[in-house]
Antibody, heavy 118, light 107 residues
Framework: EVQLVESGGGLVKPGGSLRLSCAAS????????MNWVRQAPGQGLEWVSS????????YYADSVKGRFTISRDNAKNSLYLQMTSLRAEDTAVYYC???????????WGQGALVTVSS | DIQLTQSPSFLSASVGDRVTITCRAS??????LAWYQQKPGKAPNFLIY???TLQSGVPSKFSGSGSGTEFTLTISSLQPEDSATYYC?????????FGQGTKLEIK
């Protein structure tokens, strides 16, 4: 059974940093591109970042470019999102999602809540 | 960036009805479009990709069509459990944009 489990969410002050993790199981992690998608409270879905199987190709939404860094460790079946210079508008539930490239996002984690507030 | 515009944003229908949600792309995306269902407090659930191919296990009451710039998701024989927000997403090019969502209420 495919499972994606996010961790690392929490409350952080504006300008602070946080690192999200996504632990994958039930599939060969190294053969799938992976993504982060976020959803602000009461709002729609926003794609954040994608990383290819060997980390050769990485893409970011303009809203996070230069502040967020996506990475993966295929040996640990894990996906990461390092978030820096956090802003109030980054407050959201962050989902990791498996990518049956090119699309769709066929499996999603349960989400990790990140709250940026003083 | 490719913009996706869903209509309507809100839809109210009765049990047994059939409804159609439209997703329009700002430029042609071939059939690189997916549909998702999201219930409150839950992660999105993948329904259809590309454009008209139902994901394994998804009931046949869901159907998708379209290519290029205009796509539709049709849900027939509505049941209370179909109450959710539905999103389209394009995979033609990065950024992989989503539509703004269509909230479906079952009366």
């Amino acid at each position: 059974e495919v499972q994606l489990v996010e961790s690392g969410g929490g409350l952080v002050k504006p300008g602070g940093s946080l690192r999200l993790s996504c632990a994958a199981s039930g599939f060969t992690f190294s053969t799938y591109s992976m993504n982060w998608v976020r959803q602000a409270p009461g709002q729609g879905l926003e794609w954040v970042s994608s990383i290819s199987t060997s980390s050769s190709y990485i893409y970011y939404a303009d809203s996070v470019k230069g502040r967020f860094t996506i990475s993966r460790d295929n040996a640990k079946n894990s996906l990461y999102l390092q978030m820096t210079s956090l802003r109030a508008e980054d407050t959201a539930v962050y989902y990791c999602a498996r990518d049956a490239w090119p699309g769709p996002f066929d499996y999603w984690g349960q989400g990790a809540l990140v709250t940026v507030s003083s | 960036d490719i913009q996706l515009t869903q209509s309507p944003s809100f839809l109210s229908a009765s049990v047994g009805d059939r409804v159609t949600i439209t997703c329009r792309a700002s430029q042609g995306i071939s059939s690189f479009l997916a549909w998702y269902q999201q219930k409150p407090g839950k992660a999105p659930n993948f329904l259809i990709y590309p454009a008209s191919t139902l994901q394994s296990g998804v009931p046949s009451k869901f159907s998708g069509s379209g290519s290029g710039t205009e796509f539709t998701l049709t849900i027939s024989s509505l049941q209370p459990e179909d109450s959710a927000t539905y999103y389209c997403q394009q995979f033609d090019n990065y950024p992989y944009t989503f539509g703004q969502g269509t909230k479906l209420e079952i009366k």
